[in-house]
């Protein structure tokens, strides 16, 4: 059975950090892609940053480079993201992907966690 489990979501005040971590199973973690979206209130689901399998290349959303920093540790089967610098428009719900990235490999989600960023 596959899962995705976030954790380490919650209220920060602006200028904080945290880190969500993303814990992996019933696949093979170290041959996916993972990344993390968010999505606010009343607006889409967006990639916020994205890792390969081998942790080789990342990519960052714009509105979050420079802040944010994506990793993993495929022993673990854990991604992590650590959030520097917190606005309040970085409230949110996270969400972890593993990414297929082929046609017989299906995306798997994780169920969420919120980020709330605020004074």
């Known amino acids: 059975q596959v899962q995705l489990v976030e954790s380490g979501g919650g209220l920060v005040q602006p200028g904080g950090s945290l880190r969500l971590s993303c814990a992996a199973s019933g696949f093979t973690f170290s041959s996916y892609a993972m990344s993390w979206y968010r999505q606010a209130p009343g607006k889409e689901r967006d990639m916020v940053a994205s890792i390969i399998s081998t942790g080789g290349v990342i990519r960052y959303a714009a509105s979050v480079k420079g802040r944010f920093i994506i990793s993993r540790d495929n022993a673990k089967n854990t991604v992590y993201l650590q959030m520097n610098s917190l606005k309040p428009e970085d409230t949110a719900v996270y969400y972890c992907?593993?990414?297929?990235?082929?046609?017989?490999?299906?995306?798997?989600w994780g169920q969420g966690t919120q980020v709330t960023v605020s004074s």
């Open positions: 992907k593993a990414v297929g990235g082929y046609s017989y490999r299906p995306d798997y």
